[in-house]
């Protein structure tokens, strides 16, 4: 049997280079040189006869093949998954590349082009570690200098990591502890911003904000109208002038509940114009809402606070539309703060089932246009939701407002995604939520082992064996839960 060859050769060779080595190959090869003998007692390679020196040959006693590199990488593809290289804290290990550190910093994925934008949709179902991961980046990545900012806790859970970490905590709606927010009082003024740009953007932000509270107090949570929209223009821009740019939602529920209405833009208003936008309103000022958004604010956002929480458990028991007028109002009164780009801070900003809020046109607006402009102002979003159907309830079918919902959903381009139901999981699949592959893949997760996905691909994480004593007993939902029942019942 004639001798065969394992050879070694230059990706760049020339079609004449290669021609010649081919003929040297068939040469070596007709030679009968080396009898089997020696060939057997001496394994060590050899020196081939003709060919450059830099050129070895094994002989074997095997069928003759010849590939690339690459050809031969092929036959054994996908032994490991690709991952990233160190881009923040590690906040578990990869699983499909052999157990490697997972690292996760938005920004630093941002920056880097690995990801198309910093904001983040962490999903799953209950009690498999959603508010635990959370906790953990937001804990990890304040050593980094990244801040977080928590609009609404409604379940008071994330109050012992904001003060361990030296943060801030603002108990909403407890009584006896009269912590107030002014939803339109005027952000600061960035560096490059003329007079006339501040005035024209805080404005905007002031009708903005009215419009979401107006839309979740009227019957029906519905949208504000046209001609509504318009009234709280009028009545903002009077209490604008009184006050001396001092704007409060009390003044303005004052004089949409005023004759001055009737009178108003030469008569173009009537009274009954503005019954539901009065009605609803008042229910921050005298209802029981009363006392905590209707006068100037009392609490201020510290800038060097690595977490601010607003707390706003006590106003969970008071319903759904409660909290949903709270978080609108938190919201907006954070965003005055945080948006000066030129301030270079960065904030997770934090919604805990955020959907809650986002109920209305003018709020769902809102929130699309805090997502497109994240990136410039340095703001990572971070939407927390159950599953995907917790959109569903935004709107009837086929409404402006579920449509908004969904594009809000394809805002998110980064997700961390936990056990789900498999119908969930059909139907994400079939929206082009997830692939197949990825939808198998979280079916298998157990608790405390989540999907990443970003734009440079998916990734199993599971983020138990990073975890210390310390986070585990500090981020313990369960053991918060339990502590605030207790003081509750006392």
């Known amino acids: 049997m004639s001798k065969q060859l394992i050879t070694l050769e230059q990706a760049n060779l020339t079609r004449k280079e290669r021609k010649q080595l081919q003929s040297a190959y068939r040469d070596l090869l007709d030679s009968q040189q080396t009898e089997s003998e020696e060939v057997e007692s001496d394994p060590l390679p050899m020196l081939a006869p003709g060919l450059p020196s830099d050129f070895w040959t094994f002989p074997l006693r095997r069928p003759p093949h010849r590939a690339t590199g690459y050809k031969l990488a092929a036959a054994n593809p996908f032994s490991a998954a690709w991952v990233h290289e160190a881009a923040g804290p590690i906040v578990g290990l990869e699983m499909l590349s052999g157990g490697g550190a ?16 910093p904001n983040l949709l962490v999903q799953g179902s209950l009690r498999q570690g959603k508010s635990f991961i959370i906790k953990r980046l937001i804990t990890l990545l304040a050593m980094l200098g990244r801040f977080a900012i928590n609009v609404s806790d409604s379940k008071g859970e994330h109050a012992p990591v904001a003060e361990a970490l030296g943060g801030d905590v603002f108990k909403m709606g407890v009584f006896g502890n009269l912590v107030r927010m002014n939803p339109l009082e005027a952000g600061e003024q960035w560096a490059d911003e003329t007079d006339a740009a501040h005035a024209l953007r805080v404005r905007a ?10 839309g979740l107090l009227n019957p029906g949570e519905r949208s504000v109208t046209s001609r509504e929209a318009s009234i709280l223009e009028w ?23 005023s004759r001055e209405i009737e009178s108003a833009r030469d008569g173009y208003f009537k009274r009954e114009d503005a019954a539901d936008l009065a009605d609803g309103l008042r229910r921050l000022v005298h209802g029981d809402l009363g006392g905590m958004f209707d006068q100037e604010s009392s609490v201020r956002l510290r800038a060097t606070s690595p977490y601010t929480v607003i707390d706003t458990f006590a106003i969970s028991q008071r319903g759904q539309g409660a909290l949903a007028v709270t978080q609108a109002v938190t919201n907006a009164w954070v965003q005055n703060t945080i ?18 809020d986002m109920k209305t046109v003018q709020s769902l607006e809102a929130h699309q246009e805090q997502l497109k402009l994240s990136g410039e102002y340095g703001i990572a979003m971070v939407l927390i939701v ?46 082009g939520t997830f692939t197949g592959a990825e939808a198998d893949a979280i079916a298998r997760l157990n ?42 019942a006392a």
């Not at 932000?205 to 107006?214: C, E, K």
């Not at 009545?235 to 509940?257: I, M, Q, Y």
């Not at 996905?453 to 986070?471: A, F, N, Q």
Request: hydrophobic share 35%.
């Open 102 to 117: 997972f690292t996760f910093d938005l920004w630093e994925l941002y920056r880097r082009g690995l990801v198309t934008s």
């Open 205 to 214: 932000a002031r009708v903005s904000v009215l419009a979401q509270m107006a």
């Open 235 to 257: 009545a903002l821009e009077e209490v604008v002038t009184e006050s001396g740019n001092n704007p409060t939602v009390r003044a303005v529920w004052e004089k949409l509940s």
């Open 339 to 356: 948006a000066n780009k030129a301030s270079g801070r960065q904030y997770f900003l934090i919604r805990e089932e955020g959907w809650r």
């Open 386 to 431: 159950h599953e995907d159907g917790d959109f569903d309830s935004v709107g009837p079918e086929g409404s402006k407002e579920r449509e908004l919902a969904k594009s809000l959903l394809r805002g998110y381009a980064n997700r961390i995604c936990f056990f789900q139901p498999a119908q969930t999981l059909l139907n994400a699949v079939a929206t």
């Open 447 to 488: 608790r405390g082992q989540f999907l990443v996905k970003l734009r440079s691909g998916s990734y199993v994480v599971d983020g138990t064996p990073t975890t210390t004593d310390w986070e585990r007993s500090l981020f313990d939902t369960d053991k918060q839960m339990r502590n605030r029942e207790l003081e509750s």
